[in-house]
């Protein structure tokens, strides 16, 4: 079982830059499709990003291409989110999730494709 815990998030100003992470353990994260995903107040969790295992295919939402990075370090076995140009509609809390040997949608992930989650983290970006 691949256990995921957050780190990361807090609170920055408009234009500027947060990395999250999710350290793995139990298993290598390499062998699984990784993804982040976010709820706004009020909001559906939406998907942000995705990285298929192995790293052939990704996707980013509209709302965040171009500003956030999704990357895996096999070395520390963790995956992170850069996020930079962050817009007050980038608050929420985020989420990674991962499935084993899993994929990346070309249209975005879906929540019941990953049986593994982080706790979620805060992020707040002022105005």
């Known amino acids: 079982q691949l256990a995921l815990v957050q780190s990361g998030g807090g609170l920055v100003q408009s234009g500027g830059s947060l990395r999250l992470t999710c350290a793995a353990s139990?298993?290598?994260?390499?062998?699984?499709?990784i993804a982040w995903f976010r709820q706004a107040p009020g909001k559906e969790r939406e998907a942000v990003s995705c990285?298929?295992?192995?790293?052939?295919?990704?996707y980013y939402a509209e709302s965040v291409k171009g500003r956030f990075t999704i990357s895996r370090d096999s070395a520390k076995n963790t995956m992170s989110l850069q996020m930079n140009s962050l817009k007050s509609e980038d608050t929420a809390t985020y989420y990674c999730?991962?499935?084993?040997?899993?994929?990346?949608?070309?249209?975005?992930?879906?929540?019941?494709?990953?049986?593994?989650w982080g706790r979620g983290t805060q992020v707040t970006v002022s105005s």
């Open positions: 990285v298929s295992n192995g790293g052939g295919s990704s």
């Open positions: 139990g298993r290598t994260l390499d062998d699984y499709g």
């Open positions: 999730a991962a499935e084993y040997l899993g994929g990346c949608r070309r249209k975005g992930p879906r929540e019941d494709d990953f049986d593994s």
